[in-house]
Structure formats: C-alpha cells, structure tokens
T-cell receptor
Framework: AQKVTQAQTEISVVEKEDVTLDCVYE???????LFWYKQPPSGELVFLIR??????QNEISGRYSWNFQKSTSSFNFTITASQVVDSAVYFC??????????FGKGTMLLVSP | KAGVTQTPRYLIKTRGQQVTLSCSPI?????VSWYQQTPGQGLQFLFE???????NKGNFPGRFSGRQFSNSRSEMNVSTLELGDSALYLC???????????????FGEGSRLTVL
C-alpha cells in the first residue's frame, strides 16, 4: 500500500521568511511519481510539480524549490522569501499508475505580513 | 483553454437522499478522477474513468458510483446519504493515456455537499 506523510499540520511564518514543507512517502513500486499541489481557499487544487522516481535532481522554479531524496523517501518543498499569497494548504501526493494519487493530509501554511 | 467545471458548487441534502454531481473535464482529456476531501480523512480517491470505463476504484462503499459519457463528462452519484458523506468532492481530469504514468491532474473547484 502507498502512504504519504506530511507531519506538519500547520506552519506560521512571517513574510520573507523561508519555509520548508516536509513529505515522506512509502511505496513498494520501483516506478512512481511524486507531486505537490497547492489548495487556496477557493478549493481548487493547483499543480506545482511532478517528479518521477528515476530523477533525483533537485528543481528550482522561482521562489519554489524541491528536494527529492530517494534514500530517505522524502520529497520536501521549500518556499524562499515567503509572501502572503503563499498562504494555502499544500499537499504532497504519490502516484504509480494512471491518474490515481495518494495524498498526504496536507500542511496549512499561514504567511503573515 | 477552459478548466475543469464541476456542478453544482454547493448543495444541501438530508440523510437518505441521493445526490448526483457533474464534472466536465478539460477538452481533449479522457480521464476523470473523483476525490472526496474531508477534514478527518483528507483527500481520498473514489474512482477513475477513462474512455467511459471505470479503470480504478478506491475503498468506498457501493453507495458511491459514477459513470463517464462519450464526451468524457462524468457524473458521480451517492445514494442513501449519510452524515459522514458531507465533504468537498473534487473532480480531476488528465490525458490519462492508457498504460502511461500518473500524470498531472487538473482539478475543478469541487462540489461541497452538506448532509443534514
């Protein structure tokens, strides 16, 4: 069975602080995909990134960066210089086939001015 | 291009009733997945349809059912509603290429169901 754990339920930071959201996963599949989604108050889940199990290269996109470490089964997400607009619930997800994803419970990020 | 459209956005039902939710995927997408989101259980996979066939199913009772039409639009139905069915029901579409890897899912804003 697949499992995704986001141990941080809620994180509060002040604007311009850096923040890291943790994600640990479990799977027996050798080929799998990891995702991060953002859920603003409107409810719609917004895709941020997809990573496959064969690509451990870290990725940076603007203020966002992702650290994938297969050895520790982790796929952490860092926001640099956080902004109020980053306030949302962030979900880490795991998929191994078709379009079925297993989501973590989510981390609520609150960025105050 | 237009995103995923879910209707209705909000609805209130009473126990024992049934409800039908609709989802129109992004044009060209053949896969539609449904997820239930509750504060306690988080996001849980309900089922996925690809080219009118249910391709995968989550661990939900038979009261939860769905279907997909030839234009890829999908509906899900919950019969004999229970209080615990109160949730945000999210629909997601993807290209869903048969045999392909888990792809990026494009989500709608969801249908918020309240069961009284």
């Amino acid at each position: 069975a697949q499992k995704v754990t986001q141990a941080q339920t809620e994180i509060s930071v002040v604007e311009k602080e850096d923040v890291t959201l943790d994600c640990v996963y479990e799977t027996r599949d050798t080929t799998y995909y990891l995702f991060w989604y953002k859920q603003p108050p409107s409810g719609e889940l917004v895709f941020l990134i997809r990573r496959n199990s064969f690509d451990e290269q870290n990725e940076i996109s603007g203020r966002y960066s992702w650290n994938f470490q297969k050895s520790t089964s982790s796929f952490n997400f860092t926001i640099t210089a956080s902004q109020v607009v980053d306030s949302a619930v962030y979900f880490c997800a795991l998929g191994s086939g078709y379009s079925t994803l297993t989501f973590g419970k989510g981390t609520m990020l609150l960025v105050s001015p | 291009k237009a995103g995923v459209t879910q209707t209705p956005r909000y609805l209130i039902k009473t126990r024992g009733q049934q409800v039908t939710l609709s989802c129109s995927p992004i044009s060209g997408h053949r896969s539609v997945s449904w997820y239930q989101q509750t504060p306690g259980q988080g996001l849980q996979f309900l089922f996925e349809y690809f080219s009118e066939t249910q391709r995968n199913k989550g661990n939900f009772p038979g009261r939860f059912s769905g279907r997909q039409f030839s234009n890829s639009r999908s509906e899900m139905n919950v019969s004999t509603l229970e209080l615990g069915d109160s949730a945000l029901y999210l629909c997601a579409s993807s290209s869903g290429l048969a045999g392909g890897p888990a792809g990026e899912l494009f989500f709608g804003e969801g249908s918020r169901l309240t069961v009284l």
